[in-house]
């Protein structure tokens, strides 16, 4: 299957781990290059999944033979953006994945579809930054409408998952509040809950897309170092000044 986006560490740096992400709703692999750029350039290797709302079953195979490979170093690392990153949740919570570390973004508050009158419209509540917007309707335009697998409303007990977790929500975000997912990150055990001041909800790729990246080797070289995070939910990140 060649439906995975990959980025390698630079010739001659030895890797550091490995950084698996599943995309959200709508989302292609390809709209996450500047990421992979960035934490590959820290000699993370990146490996990023399609969409899993439009094939649940084929994209969780691909995940677990991501994370079955043992050419691609530790720690490895399960990512998710929007659904991708209920479904890292889910994987981990029933021992699908065993990640040394999840890495949560926008996680969804309510798996039901949002619903916005115009492409135009979602877009603004999606992001702010130019770049992404561009992306997004280049590749496909695919949308945060899309249906969420029925089995995805039966929540697991996540209260299990103990490896180290990296939650990363904008403050602006209309789509999931930040209100609605605290407590989620309230039960697991070892959490971080990071607001990205003024982001919305595709907060890896919105306006403060720097910050948010520097927050992830932060806390990958903090994983390597001590295997584990200090619990802290709810600190804030100052959004960088570029934008995409």
Known sequence: MNDVASWNE???????????LAVGRGESPAVYERLGLRLSADAYRVRVVSDATAAPDAVTTRLKELFA???????????????????ALRLAAQRTITPHA????????????????????????????????????ENGGGTLQSAVPPQWHDAPDIS??????LGLHGSDDVISPRSRIRHQYARLPHSRLVSVEGG?????????????A????LFLEELRRRGRVTRNVDISVERGIARG
Do not use: M
């Not at 630079?10 to 698996?20: A, I, K, N, W």
């Not at 798996?111 to 603004?124: D, G, K, N, T």
């Not at 919305?200 to 948010?212: F, P, T």
């Open 10 to 20: 630079p010739d001659g740096l030895y890797p550091r781990g490995t950084f698996v």
């Open 69 to 87: 490979d043992e050419t691609d170093p530790a720690p490895r690392v399960l990512a998710g953006s929007d659904t991708g990153a209920l479904l």
């Open 102 to 137: 999840l890495v949560l973004a926008g996680l969804p508050g309510d798996v039901q579809a949002p619903h916005f009158p115009s492409w135009e419209e979602e877009l603004a509540a999606r992001t702010s930054c130019p770049t992404h917007q561009r992306r997004l309707t």
């Open 160 to 165: 299990g998952v103990t490896v180290p977790v």
């Open 200 to 212: 919305k909800h595709d907060v890896l790729n919105d306006a403060g897309h720097r910050s948010v």
């Open 214 to 217: 520097a927050e992830i080797v």
